[in-house]
Nanobody, 119 residues
Framework: QVQLVESGGGLVQAGGSLRLSCAAS????????MGWFRQAPGKQREFIVA???????NYSESVKGRFTISRDNAKSTVYLQMDSLKPEDTAVYYC?????????????WGKGTLVTVSS
């Protein structure tokens, strides 16, 4: 099993910044990719960004140019630097990771961390 623990959420004014962290533990022999989804009130969970162990990154259009994902493979931790935050970024942010065993991938989720952006 893989456990993911997020941290770094909170309340920030529009235009401000926050940095989220997600640390993986447990059976983490191979985790690829890691990334983030978010879910705003009354909306479906949406993909926002992912990063592979080879440092390839994929951003959704809604956050491209404002959010930056990075990864510390030695610590099995992924970071999300969020700049120029907007009220519409308000959501619960969920870290995810795909673990691999014998060619089979399993997706794991963190419990989420709330980000609130005030106008």
């Amino acid at each position: 099993q893989v456990q993911l623990v997020e941290s770094g959420g909170g309340l920030v004014q529009a235009g401000g910044s926050l940095r989220l962290s997600c640390a993986a533990s447990g059976s983490i022999f191979r985790i690829d990719p890691m990334g983030w989804f978010r879910q705003a009130p009354g909306k479906q969970r949406e993909f926002i960004v992912a990063i592979t162990s080879g440092d390839s990154r994929n951003y959704s259009e809604s956050v491209k140019g404002r959010f930056t994902i990075s990864r510390d493979n030695a610590k099995s931790t992924v970071y999300l630097q969020m700049d120029s935050l907007k009220p519409e970024d308000t959501a619960v942010y969920y870290c995810y990771a795909n673990s691999w065993s014998k060619g089979v991938s399993t997706r794991h989720w963190g419990k989420g961390t709330l980000v609130t952006v005030s106008s």
